[in-house]
């Protein structure tokens, strides 16, 4: 669109008004990819595949499906922004599943070979999450699980502690009357078994 101005309507508009005009940049660049753009994709997939749950090729794949090409080849300046965002959306989301793998292998060590405390962890999970498939639950919810078994583990073992250190304690300061009610104790237990 041409628009011709005459010498004098151009000084009016230029000393009186300011016009900005300004474009959102280009709907629909369909150059290729510059080689920096190509790097930052390369590098936040080898990011993604870094965490183990999907290859390269699987993510590429997922990429270029969602962009609606065949290859990196094809993908248009336009479309890396939307590229990017995927991406890194996907390193969070793989992130945080290997939180909370870490996570469910850490509650997992701290209930091996000890069932009270499995037992209370899933009723604990069920109640306060709806299931006690730790699987299911997210983050802050397998923190929450993981801190409530440290808690049981903990007062276990300060009652195995302070049952020992009282024992103790009585053995060392009445050593007499500790002695003479132990030995009540085993003589009056064997007269009631021959009994």
Request: hydrophobic share 40%.
């Amino acid at each position: 669109m041409i628009i011709k101005v005459e010498d004098n309507v151009a000084e009016q508009i230029a000393g009186r008004n300011i016009y900005n005009i300004t474009t959102n940049g280009v709907e629909n660049d369909c150059r290729p990819l510059v080689p920096a753009q190509r790097r930052t994709l390369h590098s936040l997939i080898s990011d993604i595949e870094g965490y183990g749950e999907f290859s390269a090729r699987e993510i590429w794949l997922k990429l270029h499906a969602l962009l609606g090409v065949c290859s990196i080849n094809e993908i248009t300046v336009s479309q890396y922004s939307t590229a990017e965002k995927f991406l890194i959306n996907e390193i969070e989301v793989a992130a945080e599943k290997a939180t909370c793998n870490m996570l469910i292998h850490l509650i997992l060590i701290e209930i091996d070979n000890r069932i009270d405390i499995k037992e209370k962890m899933n009723y604990y999970g069920t109640r306060q999450f709806g299931t006690s498939n730790l699987k299911q639950l997210n983050k802050i919810q397998l923190q929450n699980i993981l801190n409530y078994i440290e808690e049981l583990s903990n007062l276990q073992n300060l009652n195995n502690q302070s049952l020992f250190k009282q024992t103790k304690s009585l053995f060392k300061t009445n050593t007499r009357p500790t002695l003479a009610i132990l030995l009540t104790g085993f003589i009056l237990g064997a007269i009631v078994t021959h009994l």
